[in-house]
């Protein structure tokens, strides 16, 4: 079947190749904000029957999810991104989902982002630092603002969590971010978090909040809660001065 490619389906293209996978509905918050749901979709499957997308469901209730085609790889290799092409999904797929939801909220907020990489983008970048977060992200506003992301499932342990942020107490040099933003999928998990911290001594900003809350809303709408102060705060706030990296 033939599909008649558009300037932004070749950008959506694009960005399945950075985001490897991507849900019917993030598609839609990115490049069919107007668009009924019922639309996307019949667009997508024209484009993955195509070969341009290749499309999986985990199961028959599953949202769809997309990835680049055969016929898609060459227009997104026209735009600097390499892919590999494979009929596997990845194995922690859910985690990826998650990631990609928050990049969404973050691109979609109508922020001037300045950049947004996942952590299966670090390697490529040079990132040398022992510790990989799940994303890191910056945006303008109009002074660039660096932020580190962790997006709890609550499928690793608090101990690892808590290994991982006693690396960004010390800093990581050459990568100066202003907070640590951690975003659990329960809101049972920010409890745990937050009792932890009081265990600990760290300086580093801690900025806390449910999956569910920073996807409803805008991102940058959202209210935080400081961790473990239990201060509420929106992400683009002025720190205190004593909380300032």
């Given at each position: 079947?033939?599909?008649?490619?558009?300037?932004?389906?070749?950008?959506?293209?694009?960005?399945?190749?950075?985001?490897?996978?991507?849900?019917?509905?993030?598609?839609?918050?990115?490049?069919?904000?107007?668009?009924?749901?019922?639309?996307?979709?019949k667009r997508l499957r024209k484009l993955s029957d195509a070969g341009y997308l290749r499309s999986h469901r985990e199961h028959l209730t599953a949202e769809a999810m997309h990835a680049v085609g055969p016929k898609g790889k060459p227009l997104v290799?026209?735009?600097?991104?390499?892919?590999?092409?494979?009929?596997?999904?990845?194995?922690?797929?859910?985690?990826?989902?998650?990631?990609?939801?928050?990049?969404?909220?973050?691109?979609?907020?109508?922020?001037?982002?300045?950049?947004?990489?996942?952590?299966?983008?670090?390697?490529?970048?040079?990132?040398t630092h022992p510790v990989i977060p799940d994303a890191v992200f910056a945006v303008r506003v109009p002074e660039r603002r660096c932020f580190v992301l962790e997006y709890d499932r609550s499928t690793e342990t608090i101990e690892k969590l808590v290994?991982?942020?006693?690396?960004?107490?010390?800093?990581?040099?050459?990568?100066?971010?202003?907070?640590?933003?951690?975003?659990?999928?329960?809101?049972?998990?920010?409890?745990?978090?937050?009792?932890?911290?009081?265990?600990?001594?760290?300086?580093?900003?801690?900025?806390?909040?449910?999956?569910?809350?920073?996807?409803?809303?805008?991102?940058?709408?959202?209210?935080?809660?400081?961790?473990?102060?239990?201060?509420?705060?929106?992400?683009?706030?002025?720190?205190?001065?004593?909380?300032?990296?």
């Open positions: 079947m033939n599909a008649r490619v558009t300037e932004r389906d070749v950008r959506l293209l694009a960005k399945l190749g950075v985001c490897r996978w991507l849900t019917t509905t993030q598609v839609k918050r990115l490049y069919f904000p107007e668009a009924t749901l019922n639309a996307v979709q290799k026209e735009k600097g991104i390499e892919v590999t092409l494979s009929h596997d999904v990845p194995a922690q797929l859910e985690h990826l989902v998650g990631v990609n939801d928050l990049r969404v909220a973050v691109e979609a907020s109508g922020m001037d982002v300045a950049w947004f990489f996942g952590y299966w983008e670090l390697s490529d970048l040079g990132w290994h991982k942020l006693r690396y960004y107490d010390r800093g990581l040099p050459g990568f100066p971010f202003e907070a640590v933003v951690i975003v659990a999928e329960r809101t049972r998990q920010l409890d745990l978090i937050s009792r932890e911290m009081r265990r600990e001594s760290l300086t580093v900003v801690l900025l806390a909040s449910a999956a569910a809350e920073v996807t409803d809303a805008a991102i940058f709408a959202c209210e935080f809660t400081e961790v473990p102060g239990g201060k509420r705060r929106k992400l683009l706030d002025s720190p205190r001065e004593d909380l300032e990296i």
